[in-house]
């Protein structure tokens, strides 16, 4: 079983930075796509940025210019750096692939940010 794990949540202030990271079980490159999603409160789980393996990253607008996807030197692990961190960025964060057309997430780490 393909499995994510998540680490480096917390809490921050706003304006602050946090940096997620996820551990896959399998090599990163076995995945057609690789990414992570968030979901406040009573609101839908949404996009952050989606990479495809041999593709562009793709950030939500949202993020775009605070927010950066990045793949570890051994490539089991890939990042989300979080800078100028806003209230509305306060949810559940996960990882996420797909392999082999399956969705896979992580269990998903909290990030809050205080005013």
């Known amino acids: 079983q393909v499995r994510l794990v998540e680490s480096g949540g917390g809490l921050a202030q706003a304006g602050g930075s946090l940096r997620l990271s996820c551990a896959a079980s399998?090599?990163?490159?076995?995945?057609?796509?690789m990414g992570w999603y968030r979901q406040g409160p009573g609101k839908q789980r949404e996009l952050v940025v989606r990479?495809?393996?041999?593709?562009?990253?793709h950030y939500a607008d949202s993020v775009k210019g605070r927010f950066t996807f990045s793949r570890g030197i051994s490539k089991n692990t890939v990042y989300l750096q979080m800078n100028s961190l806003k209230p509305e960025d306060t949810a559940v964060y996960f990882c996420?692939?797909?392999?082999?057309?399956?969705?896979?997430w992580g269990q998903g780490t909290q990030v809050t940010v205080s005013s």
């Open positions: 996420y692939a797909v392999y082999s057309g399956v969705d896979v």
């Open positions: 399998t090599n990163p490159y076995s995945f057609s796509a």
């Open positions: 990479v495809p393996t041999l593709g562009l990253s």
